[in-house]
């Protein structure tokens, strides 16, 4: 189970830091990636973070303001984003993947487990 946390209302500019945490899963087994989904829009893909050599995948949209990073020793995964802008609003979730290539990282169907998404609300 992936539990997602750290959204919140910010003022565009700001910074937040979400965290994925797993249980009963231990992340280092998986390749971890961010999506998120705005009311009346497809979930899309935000970040990858690959299970074996720290290699990071990002959308052109977030490219340069966030960053995708992990922690094993806390079994947790984690997205600072920064310089965030009310398009950034959405439903954020994080999710896992056991056997993803590099072709699909931003592909949600190539995820196997879901976490249940955090609020991120930027105002402007």
């Known amino acids: 189970q992936l539990q997602a946390s750290g959204g919140g209302l910010v003022q565009a500019g700001s910074s937040l830091r979400l965290s994925c945490t797993a249980s009963?899963?231990?992340?280092?087994?998986?390749?971890m990636g961010w999506f998120r989904q705005a009311p009346g829009k497809e979930r899309e893909f935000v970040a990858n973070?690959?299970?074996?050599?720290?290699?990071?995948y990002y959308a052109d949209s977030v490219k340069g303001r966030f960053t995708i990073s992990r922690d094993n020793t806390k079994n947790t995964v984690y997205l600072q984003m920064s310089s965030l802008k009310p398009e950034d609003t959405a439903l954020y979730y994080c999710?896992?993947?056991?056997?993803?290539?590099?072709?699909?990282?931003?592909?949600?169907?190539?995820?196997?487990?879901w976490g249940q998404g955090t609020q991120v609300t930027v105002s402007s």
């Open positions: 999710a896992a993947s056991a056997g993803l290539i590099t072709s699909s990282v931003r592909q949600k169907n190539a995820y196997d487990y």
């Open positions: 009963g899963r231990t992340v280092s087994q998986y390749h």
């Open positions: 973070i690959k299970r074996t050599g720290g290699y990071t």
